[in-house]
């Protein structure tokens, strides 16, 4: 049996594609509904809150504002990866007490016997606010003239410097330098599945079923919150319809469920309506402004500047990765020597920035690229050659900010890719449509991604009396398949058929430990985890073997499910049976295996048209990718779609814009995220000759990848359409045109 390598079907589709899959919504309990009273403004005073009228509509059974609702601690930021010492940040409460920060500040949470009570008595409690000024551009919340939080004295909530390298020398030594200012627009993740949350408090036990990518760091937040062990604690992590992200954050609302759970001594449930989904989590919006100094050949020797990230109204518990991550990138996959990035992350009264798939990477790729791009238009050289020019050559590879590089061969994958794409073939074919008149264009760009991070995860391979294998993992599924990659790998290193193996995950109480699923590390941790415990669960089925076999086990050889010693064999099932029947009965392993980042690249080509309205059409989209280990193909191939389509929206479509009063100012109506129709036709490959990582399967990471580059390939499509400069997403019709 050999199943890593191929296109295995997904094991666990049948309930999603037949609509009995089980997300929060769906958890049948006996709970009252939850609703939030939020502010209409960006900024303003609360003098009073009036429930009196709440409160007498049929059905409502409390309304409790911040008095009600308190909390041991604030919601913190996630200290795995952020040092809280870094930052200026106040811990944020469940809903807001004296001041409401942006237009959709939860400032009361409902409760009712049906959703349609709670709706009615929302709209009757009545806030009184006086309205402050807001500020809504974060380069305007750098003067400090208007606070968003006045205990700060300042709204910069992050000032670092990141340097590498004689910066100085460079710019001095250079033949040329251009000045460039890049910016990243506010998008909205936009999973299918709104966050939710169910929340019951029983006996001093709290169970919270939540839409979550990390359960346990769901657990472990709680409890510091709520002041309660996290051994009294249990989240169960249902299915959950897509995530981006998105769904690491753990949000006031769902802090304000718990409580009233608690108070009431009644379960409590709450689904965000699509509105509450867009305000509760958005992403990117940042903005680099400055210098590159590069030699006539193309030869780029320094960059500097300033990045602005807008952090929006509260820090959330992911929103410090991105202007810490951003200017690491920044040099991406060139061998850029001098670099010196100031990096300030700023509040402004707007909804707060999270996680999204890619954070900070597909930002510091649009900035790189771009900075290629815009390089090689000032030299008149092509994509190509710009990026052969400056491309890394020996891996591995520590850049001038101190990250180091696994492995890979970036310049063989560029010219392979450039091959195997036919990027030139479809650039002469462009231009000759432009000759006719057709507003068609071409584009190319390279990335470096960080995914796999560590900094471990756990797994455990456990043998049935039946010989069937469960494996329980950290990682935490949520919709890209990859438990049926890990059941593949699984079932190869026991050598028996994969349909005796089931991944079990997203229960604190049935998994011991767990990081969770983002960053593309499944594949590279959660099953490297599984792995290993899968090795050291076959050599204890080797002693039971040996045991029956009344042999030494060096003795015993195994085999596609058979033990075999002097001519005698035992089945798997055999063994499994005796294990459970002798003195120790039962094999199993569990494990927490440490794991680092890797570093996954490749070059992808966008095709773009655009009309004489200006509406901008992808209608290709290829990859070229070396992602390490590719263990599923078909898995591996749905996830660069997934995320190119994603890249379409982002590059042409989506910008979650936020008006002079600091309200967002786009529904589905006009945030268009793109669908079917949209969506390019695709080409994807992975190199024959992979670059495998440290983890033990050799996976690296694919789940961002085409999000990360593909607003940079088609960008430079649109420009090499229209022969205009486009240095900021999404581009509009109304540039294009």
Not at 333 to 353: E, L
């Amino acid at each position: 049996m050999n199943y890593v390598g191929k296109a295995v079907k997904r094991l666990y589709d049948d309930k999603f594609v037949t609509g009995k899959s089980t997300y929060v919504d769906d958890i049948q309990i006996n709970a009252l509904y939850a609703g939030f009273v939020r502010s209409p403004y960006a900024h303003a005073l609360i003098k009073s809150v009036d429930v009196t009228d709440a409160l007498k509509v049929p059905g409502i059974v409390a309304v409790y504002t911040a008095k009600d609702l308190q909390v041991k601690e604030g919601i913190g930021i996630w200290t795995t990866y952020e040092d809280p010492r870094q930052w200026k940040f106040i811990p944020r409460k469940p809903l807001a007490e004296r001041e409401v920060k942006y237009a959709g500040d939860p400032v009361a949470i409902v409760i009712g016997t049906d959703k349609y009570n709670v709706r009615d008595a929302i709209d009757k409690v009545s806030v009184d606010y006086e309205k402050l000024p807001a500020i809504v551009k974060m380069e305007e919340a750098l003067e400090d003239k208007t606070l968003v939080h006045d205990e700060l004295k300042t709204n910069v909530a992050f000032d670092q410097t990141f340097s590498g390298g004689n910066v100085d020398e460079a710019f001095r030594s250079a033949d040329r330098k251009i000045e460039v200012e890049i910016t990243n627009n506010r998008v909205i993740p936009n999973p299918m599945e709104p966050r939710g949350i169910v929340s019951r408090y029983e006996g001093g036990f709290l169970t919270v079923w939540y839409s979550t990518q990390v359960p346990h760091a769901a657990r472990a937040e709680f409890s510091r919150v709520l002041g309660i062990p996290a051994s009294k604690i249990r989240v169960i992590m249902p299915d959950v319809g897509g995530a981006f992200g998105s769904k690491v954050n753990i949000l006031p609302e769902d802090v304000a469920v718990v409580l009233s759970s608690i108070k009431l001594g009644r379960p409590v449930r709450w689904t965000a309506t699509r509105s509450e989904e867009m305000i509760s989590s958005e992403a990117r919006h940042n903005t680099f402004k400055g210098e590159v100094a590069f030699k006539s050949d193309g030869t780029i020797l320094g960059i500097r500047g300033d990045l602005i990230v807008d952090m929006g109204a509260y820090l959330t518990y992911t929103s410090p990765l991105q202007p810490a991550i951003v200017p690491l990138m920044i040099p991406g996959p060139y061998k850029i020597q001098a670099i010196n990035v100031r990096s300030r992350a700023v509040y402004t009264n707007t909804p707060p920035i999270t996680m999204y798939r890619g954070a900070s990477r597909p930002e510091a790729t649009f900035i790189i690229e771009r900075i290629m791009s815009n390089v090689a238009d000032e030299l008149g050289i092509d994509d190509v050659t710009i990026r052969e020019k400056n491309l890394i050559t020996t891996l591995p590879y520590a850049n001038p900010l101190g990250l180091k590089y696994d492995s890979g061969d970036y310049l063989s994958l560029l010219h392979e890719g450039v091959e195997k794409l036919e990027y030139n073939k479809l650039k002469a074919w462009a231009k000759a449509m432009r000759e006719r008149g057709r507003k068609v264009g071409v584009g190319l760009a390279f990335y470096l991604e960080i995914s796999g991070f560590g900094p471990w995860e756990f797994g455990e391979v456990r043998v049935t009396e039946t010989g069937d294998v469960i494996v329980t993992t950290g990682g935490t599924p949520h919709g890209q398949g990859s438990e049926t990659g890990i059941a593949q790998i699984v079932a190869d290193e026991l050598q028996i058929d994969i349909n005796k193996v089931k991944v079990v995950w997203g229960d604190t109480e049935v998994v011991s430990a767990g990081m969770g699923t983002y960053g593309s590390r499944t594949a590279a941790a959660a099953a490297s985890a599984a792995k290993v415990a899968a090795t050291k669960v076959l050599e204890k089925m080797k002693k039971s073997a040996a045991k029956m076999l009344k042999v030494d086990v060096e003795e015993v050889k195994y085999s596609s499910g058979e033990f075999e010693a002097n001519g005698r064999k035992v089945s798997w099932n055999e063994v499994a049976d005796f294990a459970y029947k002798s003195d120790e009965p039962g094999i199993f392993e569990e494990l927490i295996l440490p794991g680092d980042v890797t570093f996954p690249y490749g070059v992808h080509v966008a095709v773009v048209e655009v009309d004489d309205y200006g509406i901008a059409r992808v209608s290709e989209y290829k990859a070229y990718d070396d992602i390490g280990m590719v263990i599923n193909p078909a898995l591996a191939e749905g996830q660069i779609h997934g995320g190119a389509t994603q890249a379409v929206g982002q590059a042409v479509l989506e910008e979650a814009v936020i008006n002079d009063e600091g309200q967002l100012a786009v529904t589905y109506a006009d945030y268009l995220v793109p669908t079917a129709v949209e969506a390019p036709k695709f080409e994807s490959y992975f190199t024959e000759k992979p670059h495998v990582s440290q983890y033990p399967t050799g996976a690296k990471g694919v789940g961002e990848a085409a999000l990360i580059v593909g607003p940079a390939a088609i960008v430079r499509a649109l420009e090499d359409a229209t022969g205009k400069r486009f240095n900021h997403t999404p581009v509009k019709p109304e540039e294009l045109s």
